[in-house]
Every structure is written in structure tokens, then in C-alpha cells.
């Protein structure tokens, strides 16, 4: 039994508008539609918790999706007190050793092929994986003007995609130390990783990409309606 976690509660203040980023249209559907489907759409996925911002005036109120329970809860302040909150929102038959799927509601574009993959490796894994990308471009660190200071070798550099997948008893813990030091991890990993634990990278899509501006969101308008 596999269950997927949708953190939603962030307000996407970078990409600016009204409405959360996660609503806005998108190829026939909003953004979230298709992350919710592309993420229920592997067997193995029984259900997912939504966890929404206490403000949240625009979901829609699925109580399932193709046949799939979704369950929401309120998210936190921050990535990771949502995914938390939603650890704990999981029905009481997932158990700690249970595989938990984390996906941002703002990756739309996430294809079937990469979460077989992740699922596959994943669960061979003894700390579990996350879909990344190689680093493409050529690293410049800025000084406090704005300049070159130097260039970072990318080798061994790798872009955090979503999802990750970890068992729900390892995250939770890692998510509850991590919060308990003062550190407020950007994703799932990198709780793991202050733990010692080394979850196993998979090269996944470079367009699974996070919707951050409106360019993105045109991008994944190309992508979803042209099955590109
Ligand atoms: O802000 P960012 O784009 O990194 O957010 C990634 C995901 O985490 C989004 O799906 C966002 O809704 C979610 N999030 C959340 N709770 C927060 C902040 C972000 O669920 N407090």
C-alpha cells in the first residue's frame, strides 16, 4: 500500500496574482487537477492527503479521483509543517513501514514513465528516492554585489524534482528532528540526509517541472496539450 502526500498550502507569492498558483487553468483542468492525477495514476498509489491552507477559498472539494480516495488536512507555514501535518492526516492502515509519495501540487507535468521508475527503485532502496536532474548549466557563485566570484564545479549536481518517496515512520521522524532543530528542509530529502541517510537519486524529466512564473505555466500549456 502506497500513499501519496500533496503539499498545497504554500500562496505561490512568487509567481504573483490572486489566485494560488496551484488553481490556475491549465490545459482544461487547474495545475493541481493534473498533479492529483498524475500522481493517483500508478496502481500501486491507493489515495492522497491534500494539505491546504486554512484560506483556501479554491479547492474544489474532490473527495476522490478516479476511483482513489483524496483526503485533505491544513497545511503550516512551511513545506515541510505541511507535509507533517498530512503525515498524520495519513488513514491509520498505512503503517510507519509504509512507502509514502511526496509531490508538489505546482508539478503538473510529471509523466507515468518516472513515477514507475521512482516506485521501482524506490522501494528496492533501504532509505527510499526522489526523481532529480543533472545539473545542465555552468555554476557561478555572486559575491554581495551581484558579481562572479567563482564557478562551482556541477559534477555530482543534481536538481531536486518531485516526487520523493520515503516510508511514512522514517520521514515523519526525520521531518519532527529537523523542525525540532530550526531547520526548515526545502524538501523531503534533505530531512533525511541530516539524519546521515543517503536516499537514492533518480534521473527523472527535465520537464517535470515546478510552476514558479507564468513562463512556466505556458511551458506546461505545450506540454500537456501537445503530449510533447
Ligand atoms: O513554494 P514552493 O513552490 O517551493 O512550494 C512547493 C510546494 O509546497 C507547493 O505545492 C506548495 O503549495 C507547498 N507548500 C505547502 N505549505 C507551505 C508552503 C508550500 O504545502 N507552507
Not at 162 to 178: C, H, I, K, S, Y
Not at 212 to 228: K, Y
Request: aromatic content about 4%; proline content about 7%; charged content about 25%.
Amino acid at each position: 500500500m502506497t500513499w501519496a502526500i500533496v503539499p498545497a498550502a504554500g500562496r505561490g507569492t512568487r509567481f504573483g496574482g490572486e489566485r494560488p498558483k496551484q488553481y490556475l487553468p491549465l490545459a482544461g483542468r487547474t495545475v493541481i487537477e493534473h498533479s492529483l492525477r498524475a500522481v493517483l495514476s500508478h496502481d500501486d498509489v491507493d489515495g492522497v492527503v491534500v494539505a491546504l491552507s486554512p484560506e483556501d477559498a479554491d479547492w474544489p472539494g474532490w473527495r476522490e479521483i478516479g476511483g482513489k480516495p483524496v483526503l485533505t488536512c491544513v497545511g503550516g507555514a512551511e513545506r515541510a509543517d505541511s507535509v507533517l501535518a498530512a503525515l498524520h492526516a495519513l488513514p491509520a492502515t498505512v503503517d510507519a513501514d509504509q512507502w509514502v509519495l511526496v509531490h508538489d501540487a505546482a508539478r503538473p507535468c510529471l509523466r507515468a514513465q518516472d513515477l514507475a521508475r521512482l516506485l521501482q527503485i524506490g522501494q528496492a532502496d533501504p532509505v527510499g528516492a526522489l526523481l532529480a536532474a543533472p545539473v545542465r548549466d555552468t555554476l557561478k557563485r555572486a559575491d554581495d554585489l551581484g558579481k562572479s566570484q567563482a564557478t562551482e564545479p556541477r559534477e555530482h549536481l543534481w536538481r531536486a524534482l518531485t516526487p520523493q518517496l520515503f516510508r511514512r515512520g522514517g520521514l515523519t521522524r526525520a521531518l519532527e528532528a529537523a523542525l525540532r532543530a530550526g531547520v526548515r528542509p526545502t524538501d523531503e530529502a534533505m530531512a533525511m540526509e541530516r539524519l546521515g541517510l543517503r536516499p537514492c537519486l533518480v534521473e527523472g524529466r527535465e520537464d517535470n517541472l515546478k510552476i514558479t512564473t507564468p513562463a512556466d505555466l505556458a511551458l506546461a500549456e505545450f506540454l500537456l496539450s501537445n503530449g510533447a
